[in-house]
Nanobody, 126 residues
Framework: QVQLVESGGGLVQTGGSLRLSCAAS????????MGWFRQAPGKEREFVAA????????YYADPVKGRFTISRDNALNTVYLQMDSLKPEDTAVYYC???????????????????WGQGTQVAVSS
């Protein structure tokens, strides 16, 4: 089992940047593919980005492609989400999640992820 704690959220103006971090407990962090999701008020939780166990593969949702970058440091048990050129529509609670299923495919469905953090709020003002 792994516990996830997000940090780095806050209030930023349109066009600004934020870097989210997700710290994982336990010694098996490198055995999980990791994902970031977000949930805006009144909307369903949606996929943002995912990264493979060794960091060699990444996948992004179309709305964030070219603006967000997911990365990980297995030595530090941490996954990051660098968010640039932020827009008001990026306002949401951001969650990191761990997928323990083996295999190379990065998955976007919420149900595939086994462990979740508590979320960190990101607000982008216009």
């Amino acid at each position: 089992q792994v516990q996830l704690v997000e940090s780095g959220g806050g209030l930023v103006q349109t066009g600004g940047s934020l870097r989210l971090s997700c710290a994982a407990s336990g010694r098996t962090f490198s055995s999980y593919a990791m994902g970031w999701f977000r949930q805006a008020p009144g909307k369903e939780r949606e996929f943002v980005a995912a990264i493979s166990r060794n960091g060699g593969s990444t996948y992004y949702a179309d709305p964030v492609k070219g603006r967000f970058t997911i990365s990980r440091d297995n030595a530090l048990n941490t996954v990051y989400l660098q968010m640039d050129s932020l827009k008001p529509e990026d306002t949401a609670v951001y969650y990191c999640a761990a997928d323990r299923t083996l295999g190379p495919k990065l998955r976007v469905g919420i149900s595939f992820y086994d462990y979740w953090g508590q979320g960190t709020q990101v607000a982008v003002s216009s």
